[in-house]
């Protein structure tokens, strides 16, 4: 893979040539991992709360809304989530637990409302989990913190996962890093993450690219689960 390749992505117009020539040493072929599983991270109402609009228009009746970035990403990752489960592989979903999140997600924020809706944390209408996929509740960014997902994969023996979700600088981050952490190669589907504000979204990808995953375009890793999906129907040789 060539260094221009290896960055292609969106952070192109927020670091300078100059810049990424110091991170040339990080250029490696990027994967998807030998036996993947599909995390979503925090797909919940409250992200997509007021519509498809600028952050900027929203930010004040419903400070949690990712606005229009949020909106943006929900087709590429309603392919995602076809993809991976035509390939047959897990498709993990976390939300916030909503009778402790005002207390416990972040002490430092405070919130307009300091009621929690319990359909905040219901998941987008078109993003739900479907029958027999697993759902983790979490009180923290990371999803690994406090949840038995470490070992759920472990089970089944997982050793790699495909990220969607959000925040990138803030849960999407921290589970990919404890995920690295942990051994699992991370891959980040970059069309299917979203935040806030671009620079937190680009800059937090760039850094997670260089250090902790592979970020990927949504497109080949679809065309990675599509290859295994073609492996399991293909009639066994005899």
């Not at 990752?77 to 939300?95: D, E, M, Q, W």
Request: hydrophobic fraction near 35%; aromatic fraction near 8%.
């Amino acid at each position: 893979m060539t260094h221009e390749e290896f960055e292609d992505h969106c952070w192109k117009d927020v670091i300078s040539a100059e810049e990424l020539e110091r991170y040339a040493k990080n250029v490696r072929e990027v994967r998807v991992g030998r036996n993947p599983a599909l995390l979503a991270i925090d797909l919940y109402n409250r992200v997509y709360a007021g519509g498809n609009r600028p952050v900027g228009e929203l930010y004040k009746q419903f400070p949690s809304t990712c606005g229009e970035n949020a909106w943006n990403a929900i087709e590429p990752t309603k392919r995602l989530f076809a993809a991976s489960r035509k390939a047959g592989i897990p498709v993990i979903h976390t939300t916030g637990a909503a009778e402790t999140s005002t207390k416990l997600h972040n002490p430092k924020r405070t919130w307009t409302n300091p009621k929690t809706n319990l359909d905040d944390y219901g998941f987008h209408e078109d993003l739900t989990p479907e029958p027999g996929e697993r759902v983790i509740y979490k009180e923290r960014a990371s999803a690994f913190c406090g949840t038995p997902l470490q070992m759920l994969l472990q089970q089944q023996g997982i050793d790699s996962l495909i990220v969607c979700g959000e925040s990138t600088s803030g849960c999407v981050r921290a589970s990919v890093v404890e995920g690295w952490s942990l051994s699992f190669h991370m891959t980040v589907a970059e069309e299917c993450v979203f935040d806030r504000l671009m620079i937190t979204h680009k800059i937090n990808l760039f850094d997670l690219h260089h250090k902790y995953a592979d970020v990927m375009h949504v497109d080949d890793i679809i065309a990675h689960l599509d290859r295994l999906a073609a492996v399991q129907t293909s009639p066994a040789v005899i």
